[in-house]
């Protein structure tokens, strides 16, 4: 089956750094999401993004599907983003199961 | 709106018992799925329900039982629950031609 692998593993920044996430997978894929599951275990779904560039306010993704391989970029980083940053890709059109990255886990400190 | 919601949130049982956990959407998709999340924090498919037929089962035991009484509810029910099945279980919808997956806020499962 397909692959999905994350880096790096943890992170620790300090509050206003940026910081880059990185995932790559091993075959061509339909769907791509990323999302950050909060210190509360909820998962949050940040972006649908099986190619190109999406922003949202100072998180943004690229996904070079040719590639095989996502960016996440947080910027200006806040305590609040601290916990695990998922990848997760479905190879197939047809509402198959997602495949997760093992994730990243960060930590902002103030 | 909610959605898509599971209960409870929190379950604390002993071994051996039987128990359930219910989803239910309200986005009108006909794909469902349970995703189990271990103790190191790796998530993975269990099952995944389209149209009340289950299409995947990831050699999940079959004390597992996904029961889907109609499009918009997809329960898992447990027998003889082990202490190996603590983990948080999440919920998820899909629709056929719209590819992202909508997941619920999840239920952590403690066994003891």
């Known amino acids: 089956g397909i692959q999905v692998e994350q880096s790096p593993p943890d992170l620790i920044l300090q509050e206003g750094a940026n910081s880059t996430l990185r995932c790559n997978f091993s075959?061509?894929?339909?769907?791509l999401q990323w999302f950050h599951q909060n210190p509360w275990g909820q998962l949050i779904n940040l972006f649908y993004?099986?190619?190109g560039t999406k922003q949202n306010g100072r998180l943004s993704a690229t996904t070079v599907a040719t590639e095989r391989y996502s960016l996440l970029y947080i910027s200006s980083s806040q305590t609040t983003d601290s916990g695990v940053y998922f990848c997760?890709?479905?190879?197939?059109?047809?509402?198959?199961?997602?495949?997760f990255g093992k994730g990243t886990r960060l930590s902002v400190i103030a | 709106d909610t959605a898509v919601s599971q209960t409870p949130k929190y379950l604390v049982t002993q071994m051996g018992n039987d128990k359930s956990i219910k989803c239910e959407q309200n986005l009108g998709h006909d794909t469902m799925y349970w995703y189990k999340q271990d103790s190191k924090k790796f998530l993975k498919i269990m099952f995944s329900y389209n149209n009340k037929e289950l299409i995947i089962n990831e050699t999940v035991p079959n004390r597992f039982s996904p029961k889907s009484p109609d499009k918009a509810h997809l329960n898992l029910h447990i027998n003889s629950l082990e202490l190996g099945d603590s983990a948080v279980y999440f919920c998820a919808s899909s629709q056929a031609g719209q590819v992202r997956q909508y997941f619920g806020p999840g239920t952590r499962l403690t066994v003891t």
């Open positions: 997760a890709v479905e190879r197939y059109s047809g509402n198959t199961p997602l495949v």
């Open positions: 993004i099986p190619s």
């Open positions: 075959d061509s894929v339909n769907n």
